[in-house]
């Protein structure tokens, strides 16, 4: 197939993305495909129309203008097959608030609420310590602070305001980090080993992700089977529920025989520390399959849609 790899982009995740793309093209190349490598700029979307040309694109473009809808949007104008989610589900996913509300029937939160600019210059603020804050629309960990004192959450706030115009602001929950990725075998979601993370740095943040010896992975996670089964069934039921396509990754904690969600990611990252390439290869899939199966999902979806 001639498969373009859409990569780069606008993002503050673009150095991953672009991480990823290239890891994504030699690996469908491997495997005999036809790659372009388009690194997305402004200027693409005057170009538009030449992604028609063809057969699957595979969007790997992390964070704003790729995973938050916009891009899914204007793919799905010009009606070629593309990876990943669609556009509702990628406008809600990367909005943390809005997907907290659609899975909070499926799944403990951590208490969370939502504070404007506005709120914050006012000092509106009714805030429990300890705490996250977090941006309401953005990937990567950019922006997280967990802060365990009025300092570090006023320092906390004054900076991710210059930046963002509403943050949340959620309860702190110690425990086990995990992740969890489903991929779409054969048009199944399938759950594929939880990762468990033990970063050397308080939490999971960019630099731990990013970062050679920064985190240990354990796969399978150090938790009970009971347990394992009870995340497998909640990652398969958001997964469903928010329509993910081909491939995404839940982010939990694991505390007090709870597992508290945290996000989903429809674009999760494919460098060679990334988390679902992990997993797969546990499950007993490679890269090269791992990311042909996404390929061939994509294709197999869009043809069956259009009843082609």
């Known amino acids: 197939m001639k498969i373009a790899?859409?990569?780069?982009g606008i993002s503050k995740e673009r150095e991953i993305s672009?991480?990823?793309g290239k890891r994504i093209a030699q690996a469908l190349r491997r495997f005999g495909h036809n790659v372009d490598e388009i690194d997305v700029n402004y200027d693409t979307i005057y170009e538009i129309g030449k992604l028609k040309n063809y057969d699957v694109l595979f969007n790997i473009l992390h964070g704003t203008f790729g995973e938050d809808g916009r891009m899914q949007a204007i793919l799905d104008?010009?009606?070629?097959?593309y990876t990943g989610s669609g556009v509702e589900t990628s406008?809600?996913?990367?909005?943390?608030?809005?997907?907290?509300?659609?899975?909070?029937?499926?799944?403990?939160i951590p208490a969370y609420t939502l504070v404007s600019k506005d709120d914050y210059r006012k000092g509106i603020l009714d805030i429990q310590i300890p705490c996250v804050i977090k941006p309401r629309r953005e990937g990567s960990s950019i922006g997280i602070h967990i802060c365990h004192s009025i300092d570090e959450l006023e320092s906390a706030l004054k900076t991710e305001f210059e930046i963002y115009d509403e943050l949340i602001v959620q309860k702190y929950v110690k425990g086990i980090e995990v992740t969890i990725s489903v991929i779409d075998i054969d048009s199944n979601p399938t759950v594929l080993p939880i990762l468990e993370l033990r970063p050397k740095k308080e939490f999971y943040d960019y630099e731990?992700?990013?970062t050679d010896g920064l985190t240990e992975f354990i796969i399978p996670a150090q938790i009970s089977e009971e347990m394992t089964r009870r995340i497998e069934k909640i990652a398969l039921d958001i997964y469903k529920k928010l329509e993910c396509r081909h491939f995404a990754r839940i982010d939990g904690i694991?505390?007090?025989d709870k597992f508290y969600f945290l996000e989903v990611n429809t674009l999760p990252g494919m460098t060679d520390l990334s988390d679902l390439p992990m997993s797969a290869k546990v499950y007993g899939m490679s890269f090269e399959e791992l990311v042909n199966n996404i390929v061939l999902q994509a294709y197999r979806d869009f043809h069956s849609k259009i009843g082609v």
């Open 91 to 108: 406008v809600i996913a990367f909005d943390k608030y809005l997907c907290n509300l659609l899975v909070d029937d499926l799944v403990d």
């Open 18 to 20: 672009l991480r990823s």
């Open 208 to 210: 731990a992700k990013y």
């Open 5 to 8: 790899v859409l990569m780069g």
């Open 254 to 256: 694991v505390n007090d």
């Open 77 to 81: 104008a010009i009606s070629v097959p």
